[in-house]
């Protein structure tokens, strides 16, 4: 199993910037796609970007141009750079490998709001 943790969220200004980090326990993760999720209250969690062990990405239409994935494989870990926050974007932030290979993390909480 993979086990995750999600880090770097907030409290943030419409308009402003987070930079969400998430670090997988096993280097397997290294060698498969690593995935962005949110889960805002009372709706289901939505797929936003991923990227694969080699740099491919892909991205949810609503959050293209806006936010950009990463990652590190030295250190098992993804980035998700978030720009031009909207009230929108408020919501618990998970990561995880694609398949997922264990349970979600806690995630992280990403609040824009004025």
């Known amino acids: 199993q993979v086990q995750v943790v999600e880090s770097g969220g907030g409290l943030v200004q419409p308009g402003g910037s987070l930079r969400l980090s998430c670090t997988a326990s096993?280097?397997?993760?290294?060698?498969?796609?690593m995935g962005w999720y949110r889960q805002a209250p009372g709706k289901q969690r939505e797929f936003l970007a991923s990227?694969?062990?080699?740099?491919?990405?892909n991205y949810q239409d609503s959050v293209k141009g806006r936010f950009t994935i990463s990652r590190d494989n030295a250190k098992n870990t993804v980035y998700l750079q978030m720009n031009s926050l909207k009230l929108e974007d408020t919501a618990v932030y998970y990561c995880?490998?694609?398949?997922?290979?264990?349970?979600w993390g806690q995630g992280t909480q990403v609040t824009v709001s004025s």
């Open positions: 995880h490998t694609i398949p997922r290979f264990g349970p």
């Open positions: 096993s280097d397997t993760a290294s060698r498969y796609p």
């Open positions: 990227m694969s062990s080699t740099g491919s990405t």
